[in-house]
């Protein structure tokens, strides 16, 4: 008895054309996001006089930039009080974002999916949308020119709860039911058993809190005139008003800042790819 094999609807040289079509494509997308990066890198390397020339490669390369930017201006101190910032809003972030997440996840109380979309309805309001009020909070509340200032409102994102909240939802009940045969509370069962297991999704959120904080512009921008509480974001904006044609300064600035950022990612990028497929956001 003979079978006939089904026919592929394309032919092996339409499937190639297609693949190499798609290879074209991604080839110039990767080109386009990443040609900004070179420019960037290659500027930061040139004198002055070759800023705006169309050689990507420096012809006389210099650290001069670099040397400007870390000694010239307090950039370190910049950078120090960006990496305070960030790292607070990310610690305290998780911390409390963990506990919403799962109790939005897990606990049943009265009203809890209007409080969940409530939430999630702040993620659609952008930043601009709410700075002034936002502002005469803060200045009613005396956290004008201080840290507390810039790291409190920072602390809430509606994106890190419902991504948190999402993941709960993807953990197997049963392993929470043998926590409470055990005797185990609400806070064992939290500190215990669902904190151990948000570990990916936790570094996931880390890196994207820190990068977020670490990039931060208007808010700091808004609230602080104190070149001492300066984040790196608005050392780098002083550049151009201090030296208006000085872009190599701020491109040397720019890679530096760059640096810790692109570190991250290489080092964490599988925990935040792994999270965003166990979150649903495919």
């Known amino acids: 008895m003979s079978s006939k094999r089904p026919q592929p609807y394309f032919s092996r040289s339409q499937v190639t054309l297609v693949r190499g079509l798609w290879m074209v494509v991604t080839a110039i997308l990767a080109v386009m996001t990443l040609f900004p990066l070179l420019w960037m890198v290659s500027i930061a390397f040139k004198p002055p006089a070759e800023s705006f ?26 950078m120090v009080n960006s990496f305070l910032v960030s790292a607070t809003v990310t610690i305290v972030a998780l911390f ?15 009203g809890r999916e209007v409080l ?25 509340m005396g956290m004008l020119n201080s840290y507390v200032g810039l790291i409190i409102p920072a602390i809430f994102n509606a994106f890190g709860i ?5 993941y709960y939802l993807s953990l197997p009940k049963e392993i929470e039911e043998a926590a409470r045969i055990d005797g185990a509370g609400y806070w064992r069962i939290y500190w215990s058993v669902i904190l151990p297991l948000s ?6 959120l880390a ?6 904080n670490w990039n931060s512009f208007l808010w700091p921008l808004t609230i602080t005139s104190d070149p001492n509480l300066w984040v790196v974001q608005l050392g780098i904006a002083n550049f151009k008003s201090q030296y208006s044609a ?3 300064y701020m491109m040397a600035a720019s890679t530096i ?12 990028q599988r925990q935040i790819m792994d999270s965003l497929k166990t979150s649903g956001l495919k």
């Open 162 to 166: 419902f991504l948190l909240r999402q």
């Open 199 to 204: 570990r990916p999704i936790m570094s996931a």
């Open 116 to 140: 969940f979309l409530s939430i999630f309805s702040t993620f659609l309001v952008s930043l601009p949308v709410i700075i002034v009020p936002l502002f005469v909070i803060v200045k009613a």
């Open 207 to 212: 890196i994207l809190f820190f990068l977020a």
């Open 257 to 268: 800042v760059a640096i810790p950022t692109l570190i991250l990612f290489v080092i964490f």
């Open 96 to 110: 409390f974002h963990t506990m919403a997440g799962y109790a939005l996840a897990r606990l049943r109380f009265p």
């Open 53 to 78: 020339s169309s050689n990507l490669i420096p012809q006389a390369p210099t650290l001069d930039n670099f040397i400007h930017v870390l000694t010239g201006v307090p950039f370190i101190r910049y």
């Open 246 to 248: 000085s872009w190599n």
